[in-house]
């Protein structure tokens, strides 16, 4: 086994943390790849004759340079621990467990959470590093924790003014700068206080979550109100909707497609249910387009991705879901076999139906692949006159099948 690729997290005190294992390895690379601040801190460490090569931009872009080093010893330096929202997570999409081995620091979450004596387990970890500051409304409920690596100095006051507007500007916010070095720096206040324009860019970001009486919760995110949805009425209601996610069966880091995806509230809501799942909205009407981008980012989902064109056409590149979803009339029933056939095993396929002619297909469907049919129907309580009556919504003939 030759593992010519070691990934050694490294803290900013650099050497006085190191193991003697890690020294080792880094004095005798052929090559050391790192940013401009690991090399900064780790400059006295690494030999001058070994080559130091800088990052790219995107990281993906250096692989191509790490394979020219096939066959002799490579060093990569990563903050903490590589495989935290860090390097290695990546390097491990383009090489085996054959060919690379990890020596972690602790992460900045470990770091973070020691300084506030929060348990792990109970705190959600996330990354706003290279990622748009509504990826962190999919956690926000009363009473949750999150710890968050920011992008730069100001992350904390961009993810303050975030949270005053969905309604929890009493969360406690904790900005831990520079951890575990000699300028290392801790301050606390309500987001609605927050009076810092602008940290140091090494800053991690922990939030206690009050929420008022109308905060938005998005956590979990199964269920939302239809006015969650900005929509042209090609909407699946929130009642039909939690069944449908019920039927999908959302698991972590599976991927769906929502096929016909209105609005995407179904999509939306699978990524809602885990933030390590994935979707792809595909959807035909540039506008309907325009609605799911603008609900996936007011809702903290902005990783969602939409593909517009028309199924089946649209399909042939994607890569074979672990679900599927499709909504709306069912107009043709080819659609219902390709996505069959490209369904992983044990994936599951739901498909909703309005009409009788779609419902019609749905059956024919189930007899060719087993399954199970359900109608549902859903009454409102609303005003009757002056009296308050029940309002049905159109029943939905859903089938639901498990892929063996």
């Excluded at 890690?22 to 790192?34: E, L, M, R, T, Y």
């Excluded at 990052?55 to 692989?63: G, V």
């Excluded at 303050?160 to 606390?188: P, Q, W």
């Excluded at 042209?232 to 698991?251: C, D, H, S, Y």
Aim: proline share 5%; net charge positive.
């Amino acid at each position: 086994m030759n593992r010519w690729i070691s990934i050694i997290g490294i803290t900013p005190t650099g050497r006085s943390d190191l193991c003697k294992e890690s020294q080792k390895i880094i004095g005798s690379s052929d090559a050391v790849f790192g940013g401009e601040r690991h090399f900064n801190i780790m400059n006295s460490i690494i030999p001058d004759d070994i080559p130091k090569i800088l990052w790219k931009s995107p990281i993906s872009d250096s692989i191509s340079e790490i394979e020219g080093f096939r066959g002799k010893r490579v060093t990569i330096l990563a903050t903490g621990d590589p495989m935290v929202f860090g390097v290695g997570s990546t390097l491990s999409r383009y090489f085996s467990k054959d060919e690379m081995s990890v020596l972690p620091a602790p992460s900045a979450f470990s770091l973070a959470a020691a300084r506030l004596l929060w348990p792990l387990t109970e705190v959600d970890c996330i990354s706003l590093h290279g990622r748009p500051i509504v990826s962190i409304r999919s956690h926000l409920a009363n009473r949750k924790k999150i710890i968050a690596l920011s992008n730069d100095g100001k992350t904390p006051g961009e993810v303050c003014k975030d949270l005053i507007a969905l309604g929890y500007g009493e969360s406690i916010v904790t900005v831990l700068e520079n951890m575990g070095t000699t300028s290392e720096s801790i301050t606390t206040n309500t987001a609605n206080k927050w009076g810092v324009s602008f940290s140091s860019d090494l800053n991690t970001i922990a939030i206690e979550c009050i929420g008022e009486s109308k905060a938005k919760i998005f956590a979990g995110g199964i269920g939302l109100p239809d006015r969650a949805f900005s929509n042209k009425g090609l909407l699946t209601k929130r009642e039909i909707r939690v069944l449908t996610l019920a039927a999908l069966k959302p698991n972590l880091g599976q991927l769906l497609w929502d096929v016909g995806a209105g609005s995407g509230s179904v999509s939306i809501e699978w990524l809602l249910s885990n933030p390590n799942n994935h979707a792809i909205a595909i959807e035909k009407d540039q506008t309907s387009c325009d609605l799911i981008r603008k609900n996936s980012i007011s809702l903290g989902v902005p990783r969602l991705i939409i593909e517009k064109g028309t199924a089946p056409n649209v399909l042939q590149n994607m890569p074979n879901p672990d679900a599927v979803f499709i909504g709306g009339g069912i107009t043709d029933d080819k659609i219902l076999r390709i996505c069959w056939s490209r369904l992983n095993t044990g994936g599951r396929i739901v498909a909703n139906s309005v009409t009788t002619n779609g419902e019609q297909k749905l059956y024919k469907f189930s007899e060719e692949i087993g399954g199970r049919m359900i109608r549902i129907q859903v009454s409102r309580s609303g005003p009757i006159g002056k009296y308050i009556g029940w309002k049905s919504l159109n029943p939905i003939t859903q089938l639901e099948a498990f892929k063996q």
